[in-house]
């Protein structure tokens, strides 16, 4: 089945990831004469403007070429020399990225150690601007915003899947939440998988029905429910474009449509009907009374607990 849209960050609260640069980006800029032997204490993104290096890491053998974009983890050796005549130019991002300030993102990702950038006609540009426009010696507020695109980019891209949850004390809030924002990043990605619910559950380190519980308290939703949401923000994006409802009702998996009908009332509160005439309406610019800007807020999850943004802030609150 077609993936959702939603990235593998796209379940994980603003709220929970910290970014933090380092030091300002190394504006590279290689002769063919280049060599490095290193290793940095944190990780490392490396963009690749102009021509072409050569990198060994764990006995992997990488190149870089325009276009590719490389991560180092931390304390991670790496040899590299120049390949081309050309200068080797690019950026290079030392960063951290850390989940509630404690637990390191990227370690508990399995992914590939580089890939070409899939949009570089989109990013060139923004790459070369961020490269000129950096500070010397210090980070700003907007070269934190750009890294964080280039960053998200090369994760979506790379990304393979979500490590196996080692075994934590039941009362570590930090590693049981990690585990339930990992199990809801699966599920939305992948909403379409009628088995992704059982595949999530399986790689937590938790009982299951214990998970289920605790999964319903942070998210609002058990894992089936929220499968079943994510579904229903698909037939959205599906209605809005025009797709019909007994057509949409298939492809998000429903084979009987009044049953997809009721369950698309019941979490978006309005039929699939409705919403699309919604839709049409905001596109020919009739908006309702108090609507003005045309954006119709349609009910998503009715939470009667906290929500994990609301959880993970008071948990930070009571360490500080």
Request: net charge neutral; proline share 5%.
């Amino acid at each position: 089945m077609d993936k959702s849209e939603q990235g593998i960050l796209g379940s994980i609260p603003v709220q929970a990831l910290s970014l933090s640069l380092t030091r300002s980006a190394i504006k590279m800029e290689h002769s063919s004469s280049w060599r490095i032997d290193k290793t940095n204490s944190v990780h490392d993104l490396v963009i690749c403007l102009t021509g072409r290096a050569e990198y060994e890491i764990e006995g992997e053998r990488v190149v870089m070429e325009p276009g590719c974009a490389m991560l180092i983890e931390a304390n991670t050796r790496f040899v590299g020399q120049a390949l081309s005549r050309e200068l080797y130019t690019g950026v290079a991002q030392h960063f951290t990225l850390d989940v509630f300030g404690r637990i390191d993102m990227i370690s508990q990702m399995e992914k590939r150690r580089w890939v070409m950038m899939p949009r570089w006609h989109m990013l060139e540009p923004l790459v070369r601007h961020f490269r000129e426009t950096v500070p010397l010696s210090s980070t700003t507020l907007v070269q934190h915003h750009q890294f964080m695109v280039f960053l998200i980019d090369f994760l979506e891209t790379a990304f393979i899947g979500w490590r196996q949850q080692k075994q934590a004390p039941v009362d570590n809030p930090d590693a049981l939440s990690l585990a339930i924002m990992v199990a809801a990043s699966q599920i939305a990605a992948e909403p379409l998988d009628d088995e992704i619910v059982e595949k999530s559950l399986t790689a937590t380190p938790y009982n299951p029905d214990y998970f289920r519980r605790m999964f319903r308290k942070q998210v609002g939703l058990t894992p089936a429910k929220y499968q079943e949401f994510k579904r229903m923000e698909r037939a959205m994006g599906l209605l809005a474009g025009g797709s019909s409802v007994k057509k949409t009702a298939e492809l998000v998996g429903y084979s009987d449509s009044y049953y997809f009908s009721r369950m698309f009332r019941q979490y978006i509160g309005v039929s699939p009907a409705g919403y699309k005439a919604a839709e049409r309406r905001n596109r020919d610019g009739q908006f309702p009374r108090g609507e003005e800007d045309g954006q119709v807020n349609y009910p998503k999850i009715n939470r009667t607990q906290p929500s994990l943004q609301d959880l993970q802030m008071a948990d930070k609150l009571s360490h500080d």
